[in-house]
């Protein structure tokens, strides 16, 4: 009886689209991972810009709430009185926060 074997070309080809496959698949992961990444980046940038902007709401509200005639025309900025929001001269946020700039 003869035994048949494999032609050699075969298992060569094997091989290369084994590494074909797996080097998708790493870098499918490797996107993935980036992608993940940027994805997170842009949600903690939004959460900080809105808390700064629910600050800024938050503390024109007060200031309309307790004493709006007494507003001046001009540029003001924001800043914090025993305890209250104020418009002053200056603001607390002299410098950016991140990226972030904080206009009154």
């Keep these: ?9 075969q298992s060569l080809l094997e091989i ?3 590494i074909t496959i797996f ?5 499918t992961l490797g996107v993935l991972y980036i ?7 842009k949600s903690l940038e939004r ?10 709401i938050e ?7 307790r004493a709006f005639v007494q507003v001046t025309t001009g540029t003001h ?3 914090l009185s025993a305890g ?10 002299n410098a950016p926060i991140d990226q972030f700039n904080y206009k009154t």
């Design 1 to 9: 009886m003869r035994r048949i074997t494999l032609a050699k070309g």
């Design 16 to 18: 290369l689209l084994a």
């Design 23 to 27: 080097a998708f698949g790493i870098v």
């Design 35 to 41: 992608d993940a990444n940027v994805t997170q980046r």
């Design 47 to 56: 959460t900080k810009a809105m808390a700064l902007a629910e600050e800024g």
């Design 59 to 65: 503390a024109a509200r007060s200031i309309r709430d």
């Design 77 to 79: 900025g924001l800043a």
């Design 84 to 93: 209250q929001w104020v418009l002053s001269g200056t603001s607390i946020y």
